[in-house]
């Protein structure tokens, strides 16, 4: 047996989650998962909200694997390994490429360096995610699959009607979710190889009321005087400095998503009152290193009138 950081959810929903797990790429698939009464246990890689340690059974039908992360036909390697890359790639017959990245995410449009190990040279390919398909190319614009659920947490929140505003929408999946219950999304970036795969996710996708900007968040007030019913910010690195942006941007008594790097419990809590607004939930999203983690505020707006 061995202990592993777990979630429990009711059987009835294990195909879902283990799905989401997947694509995270935060299943822990080298263990089994366990079943307690009406509740199925799923391994996973890091603590997470809710997360308990328990004990598991070796996956046997697993073969022992380099850690790794999967977006769509792309394993991304933590190490550089060619023997452990090949196989990883001979693992999954619906993976074609496996990589590493070679420094981190970097630069005003946030992208990053990769190598190819195996399979075909591209870092281009295609997520499928709760029905939606995104072509993704890693190397020229961010993309999270581990944000998976928090874009289906977000999208229970929204309400019909509601204009939304994604100042930094990559190539679309924030805004490309919201859009089913949106009255209209409004998605900026100023990456314009994100943009330009953001449109043409819009297209695969069918979302007409998605609108592409290519703008700078901090100059969206000039563009857009109107106030948004909910503004999504995923900028865990630098995204503090946007706050104040974010609150003209959005209505009195509206939604801020506000995603950040942290240190320590309620990091911008006193940022956030100064600019009127109340934290009605602080989440951790996942862990990002032994002394940080990633966080998600959701804001109440009160004072930008």
């Known amino acids: 047996m061995a202990e592993q950081w777990c979630v429990k959810v009711p059987a009835g929903e294990g195909e879902k989650v283990r799905q989401a797990l997947l694509c995270e790429g935060a299943l822990d698939t080298t263990l089994k998962v366990s079943r307690e009464g009406a509740m199925l246990l799923f391994p996973v890689t890091a603590p997470r909200e809710g997360a308990v340690r328990c004990s598991f059974e070796p996956n046997p039908a697993r073969p022992d694997l380099p850690r790794h992360e999967l977006v769509g ?20 017959p619906s993976l074609h490429t496996v990589v590493v990245a070679n ?31 995104f072509i993704v190319d890693l190397s020229r614009a961010y993309f999270s699959a581990r944000l998976s659920s928090e874009r289906q947490r ?41 943009v330009g795969l953001m449109i043409e996710n819009i297209g695969k996708n069918r979302s007409r009321n998605v609108l592409p900007a290519l703008a700078d968040a901090r100059h969206l007030p000039l563009f857009f005087p109107r106030k948004f019913d909910r503004v999504v910010m995923n900028l865990p690195l630098s995204g503090t400095g946007f706050l104040e942006s974010a609150f003209s941007l959005c209505r009195s008594g509206g939604m801020i998503h506000f995603y950040s790097l942290v240190s320590e419990e309620s990091e911008h809590a006193a940022r956030i009152r100064e600019l009127g607004g109340v934290v009605v939930a602080e989440r951790v999203v996942r862990s990002y290193s032994p002394a940080q983690w990633h966080a998600v505020y959701d804001i109440l707006t009160m004072k930008n009138e």
């Open 73 to 92: 036909g792309i394993a991304i390697m933590q190490e550089r390994d060619l023997p452990g890359a090949r196989a990883v790639l001979a693992s999954r």
């Open 154 to 194: 977000i999208l229970a929140q929204v309400g019909k009607g509601e204009t939304v505003l994604d100042m930094f929408a990559g190539v679309g999946p924030f805004a490309i979710t919201l859009a089913a219950k949106a009255r209209l999304v409004v998605a900026a970036d100023l990456n314009p190889m994100a």
């Open 103 to 133: 420094g981190e995410v970097k630069g005003e449009y946030r992208t990053r360096e990769f190598e190819v190990l195996a399979g075909k040279p591209t870092t281009r390919t295609e997520v499928v995610e709760h029905g939606h398909r």
